[in-house]
């Protein structure tokens, strides 16, 4: 018998966790560097690995797309199933079945705090980034996604509403020229030569951003990810270069994720005005603290899929406004969407440009999910977002594989 005042799920018309199930699939979709031959996003990259000629040319030599899709289904007792993609395949769905599920199954929907607990500190002797962090992630969406459609309501709604009508975007890909055409309000390109290939690498990357300045014309956006691969002395050049010569706005990910202090110095070093960004490689409230309260970067850019969820991203976001500092996901689509559209502080969002010129505009994962919104004119309304839950459908066409069951 229930106490006055207390509510249980029966009461609140929500059924109880039923069944958490973890599926992989290749080609694309969430692990966005699973892509055919002659990609942009696989034509010599500048990373990490390319101090080493033999992975210089291709990052899926080095296995970048080795993980694949992690796919998690979360089903309640009435049939509804809320699910989300995210990149972890195989390993990660070990660890969503035979670890993770337990925290779920028989549980409360709403626990989502508790569940996230759980999750996070149950696995922490293993866990923290990485991986780990991915697959709960997975959970986390999957678990929003579920409470969204049994209550009939948009994830972004839950999160306190929308706070403008509309997201804008910047573009990611090799032709922040054609983004342009397509009304995006910036274009982010790739860096394609780093330290290993010495002062003619770059000179080659000026030129290139400078030829790409002349094509877009002065106020346009334009940025470089460099996907972790430079070192700082190399990185000050560059972004002294870059900003005086090319008008560039930001530098991307210049720098080993674990290396905070270089990052602060980087920050320090470059030129006032050009802006220094990071994150995408960081996960949960206490890796991004790390980043803010050292000073390392002007924008934090955490992905969705990969930092630890909306639960985490709530505590990410919420920490980087008292800092005023910006919050700019790092792509993944609906997942980011659902949230900037909540806050002040991430004033645009960044669609990735899947495409393989990158000439169109493409549905970001692709094919893994049915219904993905895609930008307008560089544009959504926020009512293309007005579905239950992330407001997609999983693409059940695609041969899906339960590796683990539990
Ligand atoms: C283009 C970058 O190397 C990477 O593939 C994507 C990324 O870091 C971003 O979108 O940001
Ligand atoms: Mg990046």
Redesign the pocket.
Known sequence: MLQKGSVDVAAAGLSKIKHVRAFTVRGGGAD??DQGEGHW?DNH?ATPMARYPEYRQSRQSFGINVLGTLIVEIEAEDGTIGFAVTTGGEPAAFIVEKHLARFLEGRDPREVEKIWDQMYFSTQYYGRKGLVVNAISGVDLALWDLLGKLRGEPVYQMLGGAVRDELQFYA?GARPDVAKELGFIGG?L?LHHGPAEGLEGLHKNIAELADMRAKVGDDFWLML?C?MSLDLDYATRLAHRAYNECGLKWI??ALSPDDYWAYAALKQNAPKGLLVTTG?HEATRWGFRMLMDMDCCDII?PDVGWCGGVTELIKIANYADSKGVLMIP??SSVYSYHFVITRHNSPFA?F?MMHPGPTEVVPMFHPQLIGEPVPVNGRLHVSALDKPGFGVELNRDLPMHRPYTH
Do not use: A
Request: aromatic residues 12%.
């Open positions: 966005y560097h996003i990259i990611t982010k790739p990810d996907w991307e990910e995408e850019q790092h792509g960044e990735l």
